[in-house]
């Protein structure tokens, strides 16, 4: 990947064009396709929180009654 990246490219060529030819204007086709990619980017991560919810509460607890103990 780190060798060859122009063969990397994601996207298809007709997106690639749209975003490309709209990136100045404003409610553009690139600021809806960088908005999907962040949705995208965000419903796992929300998704794994929600799963280990008990988890993550007790280590902050048990990280922030560590911190409070040592000062």
Do not use: H
Request: glycine share 8%; net charge positive.
């Amino acid at each position: 990947m780190v060798a060859l990246p122009n063969l990397l490219d994601a996207q298809c060529a007709m997106c690639k064009a749209a975003v490309e030819t709209s990136e100045g204007q404003k409610n553009s086709v690139a600021g809806g396709i960088n908005q999907g990619i962040l949705y995208l980017m965000a419903v796992p991560y929300i998704m794994l929180a929600f799963i280990f919810r008990k988890q993550i509460v007790s280590l902050w607890r048990s990280l922030r009654g560590k911190s409070v103990i040592e000062e």
